[in-house]
DNA sequence: CCCGAATCTGACGTTGACGTTAAGATTAGG
DNA sequence: CCTAATCTTAACGTCAACGTCAGATTCGGG
């Protein structure tokens, strides 16, 4: 029982029951007043919003993960009851996808990751305000700039690391010839089924 | 100078002056009885051996990490002085190389680390001592067919990071085109200098 | 043989990313 | 309106992977 190298790293502790969405209890969507739902906020339509617990259940992460989130400013629930408990959109636990995307894969911690999500967000901004926005077509210029070399910066730094990957893994298939041969060679000596 | 968004993660805080390789003082290789250099052993063979200062500094990692690899067993320093100073041959500093990319490339820890090493330690034996053992064909077909397992289990989670950071990557692709579009349309609209 | 540089072994400190109570507030269904 | 379920903030705990002393020991060149 060795088949766990990798593929786990998010059940270090964690007893919170982690039910996938729907288990028994109703704890379901409820609807709220997602207030200021322009200009930079996630929350589609008239979708249904989600407690912090069905969220973190949706995205695979706890409860306090999603709170660390958004005191490192990762990511702000899309709106609130007036009682103050959180309330996320679909697009909410996307980002947190997201986030869990720049960390596993990219290696990224929180703070550069924030980052990140900085900027694409100050690129849907521009999107969203391409022309509502009272800006100078020079300010979407330089910041559409600005996002630009920042994203084909993240994009270098992916390739690079992509590009690690294909050598390590080339290595690893040289090695793996190199077992198989080793096996060849002593089922030659002394031969048993093979298949 | 948003310019460090990846590409560090080895600089805390780090005080120890992390020379790449001959500075200033000697403190260079040395000779010494590399005991027990035959099975399982690194070292090649009568390669000048490093101390621990200047085989941090050529693995690029702190004499900390060095020894606290040991303690985990991941990585022996292949001799020793009679009064027990660490002396590391070229081989070590590889294995080092290794165990970094292990950790920065697939984000194991070194838990994990060790179990991979352990394996390619047992294949590299079986190589080296492929005839000398007194062990039967069965053991040593049992031992490369295992290792074999192993390593295409590897290779599988290594393939599947390799596969979502292509999609990442081509997410990232198709979002620098957005941009380009915005940005060639607001360029259109209010025309600056072109490149 | 001596001395300064390098290294040794503890042992405690740090940092990031949460986990885990605790005690009180909010919500939604009946 | 009541109550169980869910959520809130605040605070402390944890774990890996080292960093950082401190005091003793070893090495190697003169």
């Known amino acids: 029982m060795d088949a766990r190298i990798a593929s786990r790293k998010g059940q270090r502790k964690a007893r919170e029951k982690r039910m996938t969405a729907g288990d028994a209890v109703h704890q379901g969507p409820a609807r709220y007043g997602r207030r200021r739902t322009g200009a930079g906020g996630r929350g589609g339509g008239g979708e249904a919003l989600l407690g912090i617990g069905a969220a973190a259940a949706q995205a695979g992460v706890s409860q306090r993960a999603l709170r660390y989130y958004q005191q490192l400013g990762l990511l702000t629930p899309c709106s609130s ?37 900085r900027h694409e967000d100050r690129m849907a901004a521009i999107k969203d305000a ?54 060849e060679g002593v089922a030659a000596a002394s031969p048993a089924r093979e298949d």
């Open 81 to 117: 009851t007036p009682g103050g408990m959180r309330r996320y959109s679909e697009a909410d636990i996307s980002r947190v996808a997201r986030i869990r995307q720049l960390q596993t894969l990219l290696g990224l911690n929180l703070d550069e990751i924030a980052i990140v999500l």
């Open 130 to 183: 391409y022309r509502d926005e009272h800006a100078t077509d020079a300010d979407r210029r330089g910041l559409a700039a600005e996002s630009l070399r920042l994203q084909q910066e993240l994009r270098s730094t992916v390739q690079a690391k992509r590009a690690a990957i294909d050598s390590f893994l080339a290595d690893l298939d040289e090695r793996i010839l190199r077992t198989r041969d080793i096996l």
